[in-house]
């Protein structure tokens, strides 16, 4: 029995002993994980700018401060590291990479390295040091750049001409904008290939186009005084409008001379590029952000869907001095009333109680809805400056509904929006308007109902023949609709003047801010734009 426990002793100090002469084999064959995976989540976190997931992976604990200031000094966008093969021995590691790093208005910059690992509590972890984040990294050294811009490229009208000197007009320097000294906070924002008092983009299309304008600069990375690499630069790329000389020529003429402020846009139905924008008041952009009532120029919109839902211009219907619909009593401007007519002579003169009993009858919410939808109200505008999209709610009730059939209520609109509508019923198809044609857009075109277009320009042709716009003087061929748009508080409200209408292919809208009536004071204005087209 004695030698029996001799023998189990010996035996069990012999598989110590052979333990231990297995030494580091031992100690790897029961490691957790793999070098290459270790580096895997390594390399994705460095990829996701997760300084905590990074950190994880460390042999030793250790601040990633590094990264951040390579992301922030260098602008970097993404970055993605692609690992190579591992190479493992002895409980050691070394893994590859190729980093490619999007550089915020420089581009890609590519560059080689390698993360090492060691084994560490049975586990495979990330032997880190400055130069695994590049190899020329030492300790206290830090990212930067030196740039070089190239001078700024220009912005055109639709000729080519610049209107980016500051000598044209003020509304178009609305649309330009300005070139401003950038700040701490455009730096933070554009990237640190920019320096504060650098010259950048301020409002309009200049901030809009601020990259494509500015072009790249020719780049140093730098790391502390060594240059890593050099990258070449581009120059900017010229904005070209659609702004016509002629057109807005035309248009500042009609407006300049207005006491109230006025404004004027013109839009081309064939492809819904924007010809003019004019304000006769400078600072606020009413010709773009405007939100005011249309008044009875949406009139035009009840029309479209009631011909879409069968009535012609011929049908007979009635304008009596009031009519009550949903409990809203509603009654004509001056208290007109013109008793049995056509439908085409009710819009040529503008009856409200013709227009709320028939989107009452004939339309009701959603049919007034899809109407005004298809000539771009409550559609994304992506004109190229910020502009205001139409507001049409959904009537909630008859009252609201009679009251949006004229205009009323809690629609609102822009001249932009205005014009574009009558662009839709020039062509007969709704198109996003668009002061860069290189822009895409957000809206899709959307064709009018078939009957729709000839019925329009049929009764907004006697709108300038026989009804509210007879007077104003607009050359012949001029299709138009009047507004008298009220707002406001109290007994007696007052009024914008609104016109909006087509000639051949130039589509137009006229807002007069105060001016009263759309026959007498907004449609003259119309009939000196065409004039001087």
């Known amino acids: 029995m004695a030698r029996g426990r001799t023998i189990a002793i010996v035996s069990g100090v012999t598989v110590l002993a052979v333990g231990a002469a297995a030494g580091g084999a031992y100690y790897v064959l029961h490691t957790r994980g793999t070098p ?4 895997q989540r390594f390399a994705a976190a460095w990829q996701a700018g997760d300084n905590s997931a990074m950190a994880a992976e460390l042999a030793t604990p250790q601040q990633l401060g590094v990264y951040d200031q390579q992301r922030s000094a260098l602008a970097v966008k993404s970055a993605a590291i692609k690992l190579g093969q591992v190479a493992e021995g002895d409980g050691r590691a070394r893994v590859p990479y190729t980093a490619t790093l999007d550089l915020k208005n420089i581009g890609a910059w590519t560059y ?5 690992l060691v084994v560490a509590d049975r586990t495979w972890k990330v032997d880190w040091k400055p130069a695994t984040l590049h190899p020329s990294m030492a ?24 209107i980016d000197t500051g000598t044209t007009g003020g509304s178009v320097q609305q649309l330009v904008g300005y070139l401003d000294k950038a700040t701490k906070k455009d730096v933070a924002a554009l990237g640190s290939s920019y320096k504060v008092g650098q010259a950048v983009g301020r409002g309009g299309l200049q901030a809009t186009f601020q990259e494509q304008l500015a072009g790249t600069p020719a780049t140093e990375i730098r790391l502390g005084d060594k240059t890593l690499e050099t990258i070449d630069g581009a120059k900017g790329e010229p904005v070209r409008t659609t702004l016509d000389p002629r057109a807005q020529a035309a248009a500042v003429t009609a407006v300049k001379h207005m006491k109230k402020p006025t404004s004027l846009v013109a839009i081309k139905p064939s492809t819904g590029e924007v010809l003019a924008v004019v304000n006769n008041v400078g600072g606020f952009n009413r010709a773009l952000d405007g939100r005011y009532p249309p008044g009875s120029t949406f009139k035009a919109v009840t029309a479209i869907g009631l011909v879409a839902a069968g009535m012609s211009p011929q049908d007979k219907v009635t304008c009596p001095m009031y009519a009550t619909v949903g409990g809203l009593k509603i009654r004509n401007s001056e208290k007109e009333e013109f008793g049995s007519l056509s439908l085409l002579d009710s819009f040529a003169y503008s009856c409200n109680t013709t227009f709320a009993p028939l989107a009452e009858s004939k339309l009701g919410a959603d049919k007034l809805l899809d109407a005004a939808e298809d000539v771009g109200f409550n559609q994304p505008l992506n004109i190229g400056v ?4 139409a507001s049409f709610p959904k009537p909630q009730s008859d009252a609201e509904l009679a009251a949006e059939a004229f205009g009323q209520a809690k629609i609102t609109a822009s001249p932009l929006s205005i014009a574009s509508v009558a662009a839709a019923i020039a062509d007969g198809t709704w198109r996003p308007p668009t002061l860069v044609p290189s822009i895409k857009q957000k809206a899709k075109e959307r064709e009018l109902p078939a009957g729709v277009k000839s019925a329009m320009h049929t009764m907004m042709s006697a709108v300038v023949t ?12 001029t299709h138009g609709k009047t507004g008298t748009a009220e707002f406001g508080t109290g007994e007696k409200l007052e009024s914008h003047a609104w016109f909006m209408g087509f000639k051949e292919d130039v589509a137009f809208a006229v807002v007069v801010e105060g001016g009263g009536g759309g026959g007498a004071v907004a449609a003259p204005v119309a009939a000196t734009f065409l004039k001087n087209l």
Not at 112 to 116: K, M, N
Not at 386 to 389: F, S
């Open 36 to 39: 290459a995976e270790t580096a």
């Open 112 to 116: 080689q390295g390698q993360i090492d």
């Open 139 to 162: 300790a206290g050294s830090a990212f930067s750049l030196k740039t070089n811009w190239p001078g700024r490229a220009e912005i055109t009208d639709a000729d080519g001409d610049r």
């Open 386 to 389: 910020p502009a205001t999209k």
């Open 466 to 477: 026989k009804g509210t716009a007879k007077s104003a003087g607009l050359p012949a061929g």
